[in-house]
């Protein structure tokens, strides 16, 4: 019952219990119909004060029960409010801002898939192709997908499954329809870079160019064809659109039920990928990084075991000087019906045999090779490298780990009579021979000292300007990959064999801070973010990319959108393209973003 019915009731009760007084209380026993009001306390007994005093707790305690509660969900919800407030407080002191959007990404999800015959996919010693149509020199489509894993096959279906999935395009696997399914909804934006050989370098340059709503970015990239052709390091250069006005004024229309534009061969013109320099290079390249100080250098490792140092200004953009590019081929015909005529059968034929003939041309120019456009040959590695860093100063620093020994070169100021070979001024030796160096990495706090993983699950510390090596402490598993904090120098990241991600603190680092298993396999690759001392980034053999709140224990996003091992990953520096990251497996690189609420959770 509430207050005011509550009070209704007792207001009514008591007038009748007052009538009910007045007329016992009357001499006549009754209340004539003309007797005046005030008779009736000129006629009270003496026992007034009383029912005065019933009178007014009938009236009192309906609004007295009403003010307490009042004051109790006044009180309560004040409380709520203090607590909120203080919870609000205490998970600041631990939780990172969220990253600032930039105007490209406030936008809705736009994704593209974009397919380019000059990159690569391909197995070592075998020629795959990645689409069952002929490959053209660009193209371009958009897809929506996501990070829901594909279900388990039972395990009678295990070998008939994996054969099947052997026989298919990795496009046409479940693992990568499924997520393609979810995309529109986990993404600000992706765009794909369908590969024909296989790629281990994926680094985003420091800049980027802005013009007429279009960004384009630049991705150093390399091929490696096991000596089947020529191997390249690669600038490439994907545009893609700031807000989607641009693609509501295109040529190809957008479809809201897919979240669609364009299609195979038919991407918007706004949308477009192309190689801005193709550099020839010696041996496969396995790694390769820019110089922080100067990123006109970039230094690369090779399957011979030799590194190269490159000025990228002083290559022509062609890639053979004087020589017409590549060949385009035209999109292919369509397939004929069951009852085409004569003249629909020639104009296929003829359509077809142009085809060919420019794919002959293509496959002559890709089969050409030439001397490596280095300017600088690295010597002194022992055997092939897959891990290279540059020193944040001026001195143009670079190290590399191979087996048994960590090597460092110092490329900067050298005299035009300087030999084009370089030997390592600095060579710091494993106490372990057979052990090697998996990962090298430079502090941005310290430029002289560099830390080391090593295959033994050791961990060392190194100073350019010492002569010995220090370890600093081991772990239980092969060390397979490491990360220095661009923010903070003591924060240290440690991948493992079997998929766990260690955080140290090198102020005390005899143990862990903190373990946590992000991967089935191991871990190939971990990078910080360098907008926010608290996210990192994590690859490994599960093809899987995981985003990483080491402060709150969680994990933020993961995506699924690989299908091979991932090769290499990295963040964007700029300021406005805050959380965007950049990743490569063996069939494709990726520019993507998560939404913002991913990182806000």
Same mark, same amino acid.
């Given at each position: ?6 009070l ?157 999935e ?13 997520w ?27 800049y ?21 052709e ?46 801005e ?6 041996g ?21 075991g ?38 629909e ?31 600088? =040959? ?6 092939? &490298?897959?891990? +290279?860093?540059? !020193?944040?100063?001026? %001195? /143009? #620093? @670079? ?16 005299s ?77 990241l ?8 260690l ?20 871990? =190939? ?6 907008? &926010?001392?608290? +996210?990192?980034? !994590?690859?490994?053999? %599960? /093809? #899987? @990319? ?56």
């Open positions: 019952m509430s207050h005011v019915g509550h209704r009731i007792c207001g009514c009760s008591f007038f009748k219990f007052m009538g009910n007084c007045a007329v016992s209380l009357h001499p006549a026993g009754a209340l004539d119909q003309s007797f005046p009001r005030s008779a009736v306390y000129r006629y009270a007994s003496p026992h007034f004060p009383l029912l005065l005093a019933h009178a007014v707790f009938y009236l009192l305690f309906p609004c007295s029960l009403f003010c307490c509660r009042l004051v109790c969900v006044v009180f309560a919800s004040h409380f709520t409010t203090v607590q909120r407030r203080q919870t609000r407080i205490a998970d600041s002191a631990c939780t990172p801002p969220p990253l600032r959007p930039s105007t490209a990404h406030r936008i809705p999800c736009f994704v593209l898939l974009t397919t380019a015959s000059t990159l690569a996919h391909t197995e070592l010693g075998r020629r795959t192709p990645s689409l069952s149509l002929p490959m053209m020199e660009s193209g371009a489509d958009v897809v929506c997908t996501g990070k829901v894993p594909p279900p388990v096959a039972p395990a009678s279906q295990t070998s008939s499954t994996a054969a099947a052997e026989s298919r395009s990795y496009q046409e696997t479940e693992r990568f329809c499924t393609r399914k979810h995309v529109r909804n986990l993404y600000q934006h992706l765009f794909h870079i369908d590969l024909v050989w296989e790629s281990p370098v994926a680094q985003l340059m420091p980027v160019t802005t013009k007429n709503g279009l960004t384009t970015h630049t991705i150093v990239s390399g091929t490696r064809t096991g000596g089947q020529q191997s390249y390091l690669q600038l490439l250069s994907a545009t893609v659109p700031q807000d989607t006005h641009v693609l509501d004024g295109s040529d190809v229309a957008y479809s809201e039920a897919t979240g669609e534009v364009g299609g195979y061969g038919m991407a918007p013109h706004a949308c477009s990928l192309s190689i320099r193709r550099i020839l290079h010696d496969d390249v396995l790694a390769a990084r820019y110089a922080p100080a100067n990123p006109l250098l970039i230094a690369s490792t090779s399957s011979n030799d590194l190269y140092v490159f000025d990228w200004s002083r290559v022509p953009l062609s890639r053979f000087p004087n020589e017409p590019p590549r060949p385009r081929a035209p999109l292919p015909p369509n397939e004929l019906s069951s009852n085409a005529t004569e003249e059968r020639a104009q296929y034929q003829k359509r077809m045999r142009a085809l060919n003939v420019v794919a002959t041309e293509q496959d002559r120019w890709d089969r050409r090779t030439g001397e490596g456009q280095h300017v600088l =040959t690295l010597k002194g590695s022992n055997g092939a &490298s897959e891990n +290279l860093d540059w !020193s944040t100063d001026a %001195d /143009g #620093v @670079v190290a590399s780990g191979s087996t048994g020994r960590a090597c460092v070169w110092r490329v900067a100021n050298l035009k009579d300087h030999s084009r070979q370089v030997e390592p001024f600095k060579v710091f030796s494993l106490e372990d021979e057979e052990a090697r160096v998996t990962q090298v990495n430079f502090s941005w706090t310290s430029p002289d000292t560099f830390v080391a993983a090593s295959s033994t699950g050791a961990v060392y510390f190194n100073d350019v300007r010492m002569q010995h090596t220090t370890e600093v402490f081991s772990i239980e598993n092969a060390a397979t990959c490491l990360a220095l904090s661009p923010l903070d120098g003591n924060a240290l440690v991948g493992d064999a079997v998929g766990k991600v955080f140290f603190d090198l102020r005390k680092s005899s143990k862990a801070v903190q373990v946590d298993c992000l991967h089935d396999g191991e871990v =190939t690759t971990v990078q910080w973010c360098p907008h &926010s001392r608290h +996210l990192f980034s !994590s690859g490994g053999h %599960d /093809g #899987v @990319v995981c985003i990483y709140n080491q402060t709150r224990h969680k994990t933020l996003f993961k995506h699924w959108g690989h299908t091979d091992v991932i090769m290499d990953l990295g963040w964007s520096w700029q300021e406005d393209g805050a959380g965007q990251l950049v990743s490569t497996d063996s069939n494709a690189i990726m520019l993507w973003r998560p939404r913002d609420f991913f990182y806000c959770a």
